[in-house]
């Protein structure tokens, strides 16, 4: 049944463009029951505004139309084109993917009948066939019971067509993540797997003393540090087999540089004095507790801890350039492009015509969009330190810039 709309509620739905500041003091002054009527209308007017856009993704991905911006799959296209995260632009792309297939959801929620959740939920189940019924289901059920619906009918399809599960064994299900933004580790074992390293880092942990007040799961991941170090340790009397780079301050590593300075350093002034590469911004405890056990990498920075230029004196980046490359970057620098993996040092201008092996025209790219960029139709340019610009066949232009977390740590003090 559509809402009826009170006067300030139907202003502020027509208004062409209202400012922040006037649109506060709009819904400030309605009464509880035009907030909810108001309410009502603009998820109405959301949902409505969401299956159009999922229709269109869906048809930009049957055209492949992404590729003119040069993505590599809808969702990238999308995280980047509407400043969306990366798991919001995956959920778009798969059910707008789907979405042509199932009209009638589609259209519910266009009515403001169903929510996106809801029609997410059952997207991958429904059939020609079985949607109008889950799009009845989905008017009165919650989102956590279409879902429980939807598993269902996944297993029971998969069984009365002899499917083996898509997850396949519990071997082919196992990983291993670290979350450089996090700083955290999950995993999905194997029983036998999972059971052998949780007893290994329990027998560790017998090993250490309880001191009655550090919580388990504390104690057990020094447990887990420590078969890490001892690992390291039996592996060679030279060192760690394993690189840790730390960029800091000199001033940070001297303990004797007077008692004004090492105040500073040791956190009194600043809470930061450098950053663990790929891992984030560190103090200076930090700093001195790696330094007493570590080998120690130097890299000679400029002003603003811009590591090594090389100017034409060499082709490829030294060691020490890409690893700084690395720190800037984090990942490819097309614009959305989150791949951190297979990924290349590229010059900006190329070396051969004139292009410096310095830092502000070397640019970390994917293996895909290292190839593009060569390509007729292509062009980049910039200075990698600040902004890069990108522009494609199609015409439009798009800019990437460093880390923010880079920008912070190497930007001028001001």
Same mark, same amino acid.
């Given at each position: 049944?559509?809402?009826?709309?009170?006067?300030?509620?139907?202003?502020?739905?027509?208004?062409?463009?209202?400012?922040?500041?006037?649109?506060?003091?709009?819904?400030?002054?309605?009464?509880?029951?035009?907030?909810?009527?108001?309410?009502?209308?603009?998820?109405?007017?959301?949902?409505?505004?969401?299956?159009?856009?999922?229709?269109? +993704?869906?048809?930009?991905?049957?055209?492949?139309?992404?590729?003119?911006?040069?993505?590599?799959?809808?969702?990238?296209?999308?995280? /980047?084109?509407?400043?969306?995260?990366?798991?919001?632009?995956?959920?778009?792309?798969?059910?707008?993917?789907?979405? *042509?297939?199932?009209?009638?959801? &589609?259209?519910?929620? =266009?009515?403001?009948?169903?929510?996106?959740?809801? &029609?997410?939920?059952?997207?991958?189940?429904?059939?020609?066939?079985?949607?109008?019924?889950?799009?009845?289901?989905?008017?009165?059920?919650?989102?956590? /019971?279409?879902?429980?619906?939807?598993?269902?009918?996944?297993?029971?399809? !998969?069984?009365?067509?002899?499917?083996?599960?898509?997850?396949?064994?519990?071997?082919?299900?196992?990983?291993?993540?670290?979350?450089?933004?996090?700083?955290?580790?999950?995993?999905?074992?194997?029983? /036998?797997?999972?059971?052998?390293?949780?007893?290994?880092?329990?027998?560790?942990?017998?090993?250490?003393?309880?001191?009655?007040?550090?919580?388990? @799961?504390?104690?057990?991941?020094?447990?887990?540090?420590?078969?890490?170090?001892?690992?390291?340790?039996?592996?060679?009397?030279?060192?760690?087999?394993?690189?840790?780079?730390?960029?800091?301050?000199?001033?940070?590593?001297?303990?004797?540089?007077?008692?004004?300075?090492?105040? #500073?350093?040791?956190?009194?002034?600043?809470?930061?004095?450098?950053?663990? /590469?790929?891992?984030?911004?560190?103090?200076?405890?930090?700093? !001195?507790?790696?330094?007493?056990?570590?080998?120690?990498?130097?890299?000679?920075? @400029?002003? &603003?801890? #811009?590591?090594?230029?090389?100017?034409?004196?060499?082709?490829?980046?030294?060691?020490?350039?890409?690893?700084?490359?690395?720190?800037?970057?984090?990942? =490819?620098?097309?614009?959305?492009?989150?791949?951190?993996?297979?990924?290349? &040092?590229?010059?900006?201008?190329? *070396?051969?015509?004139?292009?410096?092996?310095?830092?502000?025209?070397?640019? +970390?790219? =994917?293996?895909?969009?290292?190839?593009?960029?060569?390509?007729?139709? *292509?062009?980049?340019?910039?200075?990698?330190?600040?902004?890069?610009?990108?522009?494609?066949?199609?015409?439009?232009?798009?800019?990437?810039?460093?880390?923010?977390?880079?920008?912070?740590?190497?930007?001028?003090?001001?």
């Amino acid at each position: 049944m559509p809402t009826t709309l009170t006067a300030p509620a139907a202003a502020l739905s027509t208004a062409p463009a209202v400012r922040g500041g006037d649109l506060i003091s709009a819904v400030a002054a309605e009464s509880n029951a035009e907030l909810a009527s108001g309410l009502d209308e603009d998820f109405a007017q959301m949902c409505a505004a969401q299956g159009r856009f999922l229709v269109r +993704l869906g048809e930009y991905e049957r055209r492949q139309a992404f590729r003119d911006d040069g993505a590599t799959c809808l969702e990238s296209w999308t995280a /980047e084109r509407f400043g969306v995260s990366a798991a919001s632009a995956r959920t778009y792309a798969h059910v707008g993917e789907k979405a *042509w297939d199932i009209p009638v959801l &589609v259209g519910s929620l =266009c009515a403001g009948d169903i929510s996106f959740d809801k &029609v997410r939920a059952v997207a991958d189940v429904a059939t020609p066939e079985t949607e109008r019924d889950l799009c009845e289901q989905a008017k009165g059920l919650s989102v956590r /019971e279409l879902g429980d619906i939807a598993r269902s009918a996944a297993e029971l399809a !998969r069984a009365r067509s002899g499917s083996p599960s898509p997850s396949g064994s519990a071997h082919d299900r196992r990983y291993l993540r670290c979350n450089d933004t996090f700083r955290t580790i999950s995993a999905q074992l194997g029983a /036998e797997s999972y059971a052998e390293a949780k007893a290994c880092i329990d027998a560790q942990l017998e090993q250490i003393p309880s001191d009655a007040e550090t919580p388990l @799961d504390q104690r057990r991941c020094d447990a887990f540090m420590t078969l890490i170090h001892s690992s390291g340790a039996e592996a060679t009397t030279k060192g760690r087999p394993f690189l840790v780079v730390a960029h800091v301050p000199l001033a940070a590593l001297v303990e004797d540089s007077g008692a004004g300075e090492t105040s #500073h350093l040791a956190g009194e002034h600043s809470a930061l004095a450098g950053e663990l /590469e790929q891992a984030g911004l560190i103090d200076a405890e930090t700093v !001195r507790r790696i330094a007493c056990d570590a080998t120690v990498v130097v890299a000679l920075d @400029d002003d &603003v801890g #811009h590591t090594m230029y090389e100017g034409r004196a060499r082709r490829f980046p030294s060691d020490a350039q890409r690893r700084e490359v690395l720190r800037r970057d984090r990942q =490819c620098r097309f614009p959305g492009c989150a791949n951190a993996t297979f990924t290349n &040092v590229h010059h900006i201008v190329a *070396w051969k015509p004139g292009g410096r092996t310095d830092l502000d025209n070397l640019a +970390l790219l =994917c293996l895909f969009h290292h190839g593009m960029v060569h390509r007729k139709g *292509w062009t980049m340019s910039g200075d990698a330190n600040g902004e890069l610009t990108f522009v494609g066949p199609s015409g439009r232009v798009m800019t990437s810039r460093p880390s923010a977390l880079w920008t912070r740590v190497t930007g001028p003090s001001g």
